[in-house]
Structure formats: C-alpha cells, structure tokens
T-cell receptor, first 113, second 114 residues
C-alpha cells in the first residue's frame, strides 16, 4: 500500500526567501505524485504533478518539484516566497494516475514580512 | 481550468437530522467523483469513490448506510449524512475527475452538528 510522509508540520519563512517542502512516499511501483495547496476553509488546488519523464516538474505560481526515485522523495521548491503563498501544502501519491490519491498530513507554511 | 462547486458551503444541523451536500462539475463531465473528509489540521481521508450510474465504493471503516452517495449524472454527486451526530462534524470535500490525469476539488462544506 502507498503512504506519504511530510516530515514538517509547520514551516515559517521570510518573504523573499527560498522554500523547500519535503515529501517522501512509499509505493512499490512507479508512483504518480502530486502537490496541492489549500487556503483556509478552501478546497485544494493542484500545483504540479509528476507522471513520468523529466524528473524536474514545473508548476503554477513559480513552484517546482523534483522526483528522486533513489530517495523516494518529491520535494516542492520555490526560489522566492510571497506572502500569498501562506497556506497548507499537501503531497499526494496515486497508484493509477489521479485515481485513489493518498495524501500526506500536510505542511503549514507561514510567511513573515 | 475545470471548476467544481459544492453546496452548501456551511451547514449547521441538529443531532439526528440528515444533511445533503451537492457536488457539481460545472464545465466538464466527471467520470468519477470522490468524497473526502478532513478533520481540523489533518489530511484528507478518502471516504468513497463514485462513478455515474453505479454504486459508490466506500473505503474501509466508512459506514455506507450513514454516508449515502448518489452519482446521478456526469455532473452531479450528492453526499447525504443520515442521522447526523456531533462526531460527524467535519469539513467535507468532493473532487471530480474527467480523465485519469487530475482530480479537481470543490471548495468544501463545513458541517457542524449540534
């Protein structure tokens, strides 16, 4: 069975600083990987996804993520954080595309001026 | 991008009553819809998967007689919480999938049972 670990419950960064959110997965086959963002009281918005091919994936809002099979990781990065990036971020893994997604516990991002 | 709506956004009900939540895909036909439950400051837990015209598939531990799901058309799925109790209070989120590529999520429904 698949599982997702987001080791950081809460991260605080200064506006303009770089960001990396960690995600480790466990899955026997090649996973389908996703990063979602959730603002308070809202649904989830897809930032980016990895299905196959280039292991560095570009997403919306200036985010990118790198799939590292050897480390079973799919970390999310942004070179310069904006105050509007403050939100909850979820990593998810799917067995067959976006079907049956399994979510990590999330990382809450706080951005300080 | 594809838009998924949920109605109502918030609902407060008395213990023992039933509550229906609607999930609609506004600009695409959803072959599959999903219902999730999210407790405060926790992740999303998949409750059930529904395909249009067929019975929903419930995850282990989810009571299908308590959480009734109907996927009557390619654009509408409903979740009915029957005989709601305070422990059913939660944030319920639906999502819809047109192809296997992506789930599009609704804005969620906050249910409070008094």
């Amino acid at each position: 069975a698949q599982s997702v670990t987001q080791p950081d419950i809460h991260i605080t960064v200064s506006e303009g600083a770089s960001l990396e959110l960690r995600c480790n997965y466990s899955y026997g086959a090649t996973p389908y990987l996703f990063w979602y963002v959730q603002s308070p009281g809202q649904g989830l918005q897809l930032l980016l996804k990895y299905f196959s091919g280039d292991t560095l994936v570009q997403g919306i809002k200036g985010f990118e993520a790198e799939f590292k099979r050897s480390q079973s990781s799919f970390n999310l990065r942004k070179p310069s954080v904006h105050w509007s990036d403050a939100a909850e971020y979820f990593c998810a893994v799917g067995a067959t595309g976006a079907n049956n997604l399994f979510f990590g516990t999330g990382t809450r991002l706080t951005v300080i001026p | 991008g594809a838009v998924v709506s949920q109605h109502p956004s918030r609902v407060i009900c008395k213990s023992g009553t039933s509550v229906k939540i609607e999930c609609r895909s506004l600009d695409f036909q959803a072959t599959t819809m999903f219902w999730y439950r999210q407790f405060p400051k926790q992740s999303l837990m998949l409750m059930a998967t529904s395909n249009e015209g067929s019975k929903a598939t419930y995850e282990q531990g989810v009571e299908k007689d308590k959480f009734l799901i109907n996927h009557a058309s390619l654009t509408l799925s409903t979740l009915t919480v029957t005989s709601a109790h305070p422990e059913d209070s939660s944030f319920y989120i639906c999502s819809a999938m047109e192809s296997y590529n992506e789930q599009f999520f609704g804005p969620g429904t906050r249910l409070t049972v008094l």
